[in-house]
């Protein structure tokens, strides 16, 4: 029974994961940009949830709409605002400068909310649901539950719809989309603007699950770029499984050893990437070709 608890257990954490990787994975697939200030905007609207649920005792979930369109206009701006000047630089400076929006939010961060940690502890943060001898606790079974349904949301907006296959189109061949019609600098505003929004919606879930404060990015940033550089670059699929096999590393590191658990997570991704270097379902390009 143990072990089922813990299967469980991982499989909503690696929703959450998952969730919050396809952010930084859509962003590669479109533009190209390992977006490294992704955590960053998680933890602005971790801590902006906090503060909004502060003042007013609002149910933390019903600011997922809000979040999402927020930082989504908010990643819409910094593409038309600084990231599209700089991407014909060459990927270098796009981490650079990504890196300095990070910086520089964690200190607008830090003056506003201090450097200490805040938790949203809603009225049921403490339940947790029963059934057939497993517990479900409330916070997680919620976060990981919503967290699975925007992904298959995301995933089934960008597979079906008429802006999801522009969006797959330039990922594949730009210049091939822009003989249709497709603008690949409006392709990649728009993917920016759904992987930070993206973040927006992640920062809810994990406002209820975690104590968050300004510093706290850059362990985040770093748990998604494995998950993505696990799955392979610019795959959602990829990002999914291989989120679900690090929750699943995690929740019985956690367990059983729990000293042992950061090892267990990133020892998973260097043991795989040494025998698959292009992740689980990336494609491998020849040097030729590349």
């Known amino acids: 029974m143990l072990i089922l608890q813990v299967l469980v257990y991982a499989v909503l954490i690696g929703g959450i994961y998952a969730l919050l990787a396809s952010g930084v994975t859509l962003i590669f697939g479109v533009l190209d940009v390992v977006n490294v200030a992704q955590g960053a905007f998680l933890v602005f609207s971790a801590l902006l949830t906090w503060q909004i649920w502060t003042w007013t005792g609002i149910e933390p979930l019903l600011l997922i709409p809000v979040m999402g369109v927020l ?41 506003v909310f201090g450097n200490k940690f805040k938790s949203v502890s809603p009225d049921y943060f403490t339940d947790s649901l029963k059934f057939g001898g497993l517990v479900f606790p409330m916070p997680q079974l ?73 510093a706290t990015h850059y362990e985040w940033i770093a748990r998604l770029l494995g998950v993505v550089v ?20 995690e929740a019985f590191a956690t367990t059983f050893i729990p000293q042992w658990a950061p090892i267990f997570f990133y020892g998973t991704i260097l043991l795989i990437l040494v025998f698959r270097p292009q992740g689980l379902m990336g494609v491998k390009t020849r040097e030729d070709v590349a």
């Open 71 to 111: 930082l989504g206009a908010i990643g819409w701006a910094i593409y038309r605002g600084m990231l599209v000047r700089v991407i014909p630089q060459g990927p270098g400076m796009t981490v650079l400068l990504m890196f300095g929006v990070a910086l520089t939010i964690e200190g607008i961060l830090n003056l």
């Open 142 to 214: 919620l976060a990981g539950g919503m967290a699975i349904l925007v992904l298959l949301g995301l995933y089934s907006y960008l597979r079906l719809s008429w802006a999801g296959k522009a969006l797959r189109a330039s990922s594949q061949n730009a210049d091939g989309a822009a003989l249709v019609g497709i603008s690949a600098k409006k392709a990649a505003g728009y993917a920016f603007a759904i992987g930070a929004g993206v973040a927006g919606v992640g920062g809810v879930l994990l406002a209820i699950m975690y104590p968050i404060f300004p």
């Open 230 to 249: 696990l799955g392979g670059f610019g795959s959602i699929p990829g990002a999914a499984l291989a989120a679900l096999l690090l929750g699943t590393m």
